[in-house]
């Protein structure tokens, strides 16, 4: 009895997930006068991908989808490998500022991301006179910044997986004449990969889906502007084409599902915290 309330209560709550992602697939599809109507109708018999051709048509669409691409991956690749050498080096080294470091990283993400972004504005700005790369109007400056909020969240996560590998495996290894990095990539690095995939998948999802930091660090380059601010074509101040937003949203759901499934089998594995030895 007991579980089949259970499954009824997550049965409710997937469905309740899953509906906003239904209907901006319903919009997507759905002909202009539907999507205006005001008695929307959760189905259509009339369904059309013209509005995913107009979400396509934008010029450079596919410049801006592979400056999504190159931000997001490069947030993941560097934050995985700072927050697994950070995350070995807060457990396994003992040295004075250890532990307010450690609260240190869990202050930061009590700050709300709206209060630091007009700082970090002018922040970029300085940084981008130091190297320009990593200035304003440059991808780069995108990427130091979600790195910057990926990190803390990463390093304490990988943390508890570092923590749970006995110490005995090192001196083992130690024993057995190999160094400390030739022990953090044979036989740290394995172990802990359910971590790494599960921030992974979130700092993959944050920097794929922004939009607040693309907005406000990349002003004039269109060149540079990201998938999210492709969107802004079809705000409009007289009427929004909601079908052509909600194709292109759809249009970005599917990489962050690919990446997902790739990753299924070790980020369940992840967000349990368990580590196989």
């Known amino acids: 009895m007991k579980r089949g309330v259970a499954e009824a209560i997550t049965v409710v709550i997937a469905a309740v997930v899953a509906f906003p992602l239904f209907w901006m697939v319903l919009t997507a599809i759905k002909p202009t006068d539907e999507v205006l109507s005001t008695a929307p109708k959760p189905w259509t018999l009339r369904p059309t991908f013209s509005a995913f051709a107009r979400a396509l048509t934008v010029q450079d669409f596919g410049r801006y989808f592979v400056n999504s691409v190159v931000v997001a991956l490069a947030v993941v690749g ?15 080294l003992r040295f004075r500022g250890r532990a307010t470091m450690l609260v240190m990283l869990l202050v930061v993400q009590m700050v709300p991301v709206e209060a630091l972004t007009v700082p ?6 300085s940084v981008g006179d130091a190297v320009p790369a990593f200035g304003l109007n440059h991808l780069g400056s995108l990427v130091l910044v979600h790195l910057a909020f990926s990190l803390p969240f990463s390093i304490w996560v990988l943390r508890g997986f570092v923590a749970a590998v006995p110490v005995e495996l090192e001196e083992a290894a130690t024993l057995d ?6 022990f953090l990539r044979r036989v740290l690095f394995p172990l802990v990969a359910p971590g790494l995939v599960a ?15 693309a907005k406000t660090f990349i002003i004039s380059a269109a060149e540079n502007q990201t998938l999210p601010l492709a969107l802004q074509v079809f705000v409009k101040p007289d009427q929004n ?6 194709a292109g949203s759809t249009l970005m759901t599917v990489p962050v599902l ?14 349990a915290g368990s580590v196989k030895g």
């Open 78 to 92: 560097l934050s995985m490998l700072i927050a697994f050498l950070a995350a070995a080096a807060l457990t396994r």
């Open 241 to 246: 084409d909601w079908g052509a937003i909600m």
């Open 199 to 213: 921030t992974s998948v979130l700092s993959f999802i944050h920097a794929w889906n922004d939009f607040l930091f």
């Open 258 to 271: 690919v990446f997902f499934v790739l990753v299924q089998r070790r980020l369940v594995s992840g967000l």
């Open 177 to 182: 004449g190999a160094s400390r990095f030739t």
């Open 120 to 125: 970090l504005f002018f922040l970029m700005r």
